[in-house]
């Protein structure tokens, strides 16, 4: 049950709907419908004309991919979304210190070989340093490959994170309102060191249902979720604060409603890793603004190559127990020569078919499965999205262009959906996957509208959804005959959207298409 002390715990219907709803009224009325579908149709077309003839014009494609609306980010970790200005805003505030030889932050008072944070705003080589050090910045592999420089950076700059939660939400919840997206699902570790400490205390059980019994004895895991919803509420708080989303000028990111995925430690001991999934599964049945788990770290990680069919089996009996609770787990994060043959063969496979994943993240290594044609076809019957995010490949495992299955997973049916992974370490935007994804896959306007409406559709979000059959981008009855931005919606639609959060969502991205299209052809003439 939902503890009611919690005042920030309500349905997650009711949490989403009150920013969704707001869409309903920016659409400006217009002439009717058989006008607006008229319209509709030759506006994409004129648009689509536009974007070929501006292909070689780097500054026009930067501005079109900018305004674009790109739907909702499903695949990004909080801490490495933050800019890694912010990251070094907050080590001078908190009067943290600079290791010298690996650029690590550390709490003070700082010790030998160590140098204040503070001279980050006064020494530009030392702040330039810091900076690559703790992003992919001006990085070039070589005796550190990409794969090993991107994963230290958190170790590098975590001292910097964990004291302002909230800042780091307002500060990627601004960034992802002006790349032109409407939703997001962040990645977060909820009360990391509750959930280690029950996790030792009770230690391994091979026999999952014993060693779940065990962990949930006199009301010890009641007490882990308890602390990890005061965490939320708390960072929420401070979010809000910094946003001045109360006020009468909120930021931006103010208007993106959001979601949390609980991360669990993949590379871990296997009696902390169930714990951490048992937090994640209790969370998103009790608490609506979580929903869902994921396994992050290295997938080549020694703890979670060796525990990898383990860490399935897990999650395949946890499922049963709580079959509300979403699962997205990164699998087939992997390339040749990072990990033995048969490692590539497996994991995507045993993610989809014995966790129940319903989607994964990066899904990089499938043309290396086992049965690679059977498991596209599953993952397509079952519409099993991949997020897929182009630079975060490229930057870790040296995979893009052709040897990337980006087009191997849309000829087959898969749902595709593009997300950033950690944009601020990679020093990306959600618009720059657009644009790599457009010139490398030679993207149709279309195409780009449908990944868009895809990174919604396949969203954890609550109640039906706008489109009337995954992949089919054809509204339901109820707003059938509506035309988004172009009038306000019929008293059907209109109950429809509100008992949805979900299609809320995606009809203020028709609404914003609308008027990107007019925007864009208003700029021609």
Request: with cysteine.
């Amino acid at each position: 049950m939902i503890n009611k002390s919690h005042g920030l715990v309500r349905s997650r219907r009711s949490v989403l709907l009150a920013l969704a709803l707001t869409t309903l009224a920016v659409s400006p009325a217009a002439a009717g419908a058989d006008a607006g579908a008229a319209r509709a149709p030759a506006a994409e077309h004129r648009v689509a004309a536009y974007l070929e003839s501006i292909h070689d014009q780097p500054e026009e494609l930067a501005s079109f991919f900018r305004r674009l609306p790109k739907g909702g980010d499903l695949h990004s970790h909080l801490s490495g979304a933050a800019s890694t200005e912010l990251l070094m805003d907050l080590a001078v505030e908190d009067g943290l210190c600079i290791e010298n030889d690996t650029q690590r932050a550390l709490p003070p008072p700082c010790p030998a070989g160590s140098r204040p944070a503070a001279e980050l705003n006064t020494d530009a080589g030392f702040r330039q340093q810091v900076l690559r050090a703790w992003s992919m910045q001006d990085f070039t592999p070589g005796a550190e490959s990409g794969h090993d420089h991107f994963f230290a950076t958190f170790g590098k700059f975590g001292e910097a994170t964990w004291r302002h939660p909230g800042r780091l939400m307002a500060d990627v919840s601004n960034t992802v309102a002006r790349q032109n997206q409407f939703y997001q699902e962040l990645m977060i570790t909820p009360n990391s060191q509750g959930a280690k400490a029950l996790a030792d205390r009770v230690g391994y059980d091979a026999n999952l249902p014993q060693l779940h019994r065990k962990l949930l004895a006199d009301g010890a895991m009641d007490q882990v979720v308890r602390q990890a919803q005061t965490e939320a509420d708390r960072g929420l708080a401070e979010f809000r604060a910094v946003a001045h989303c109360d006020s009468a000028h909120p930021d931006p990111g103010c208007a993106v409603p959001f979601l949390f995925i609980s991360q669990v430690s993949r590379n871990s001991t296997p009696e902390r890793v169930f714990t951490q999934m048992v937090l994640a599964m209790e969370l998103a049945e009790r608490d609506p603004r979580f929903a869902a788990v994921n396994l992050v770290q290295p997938e080549d990680g020694v703890e979670s190559l060796r525990d990898y069919s383990l860490h399935m089996r897990m999650l395949n009996y946890l499922h049963g127990v709580h079959p509300r609770a979403h699962i997205t787990l990164h699998a087939g994060e992997l390339a040749p020569g990072l990990v033995k043959p048969e490692d590539l063969a497996f994991h995507i496979r045993e993610a989809v078919n014995i966790a129940g994943a319903e989607r994964i993240g990066h899904g990089v290594d499938i043309r290396h499965e086992d049965r690679r044609d059977e498991l596209l076809a599953t993952m397509a019957a079952r519409h099993v999205a991949v997020e897929v995010p182009l630079s975060s490949n490229d930057q870790i495992l040296g995979v893009s262009g052709p040897e990337h299955p980006f087009p191997l997973y849309r000829q087959r049916g898969v749902p595709v959906v593009l997300a950033t992974d950690d944009a601020g370490v990679s020093r990306i935007t959600i618009s720059d996957e657009y644009l790599r994804a457009a010139q490398t896959y030679d993207l149709s306007y279309r195409d780009l509208k449908e990944l868009a409406r895809a990174s919604l559709e396949y969203a954890f979000l609550p109640g039906r959804s706008l489109w009337d059959a995954p992949g089919r981008y054809r509204r339901v009855r109820e707003c059938r005959a509506e035309r988004p931005g172009e009038r306000e919606p019929g008293p059907g639609c209109a109950r429809f959207l509100a008992a949805s959060p979900k299609a809320s969502v995606e009809w203020r991205q028709e609404v914003a298409f609308t008027a990107f299209e007019h925007r864009v052809l208003a700029s021609r003439t």
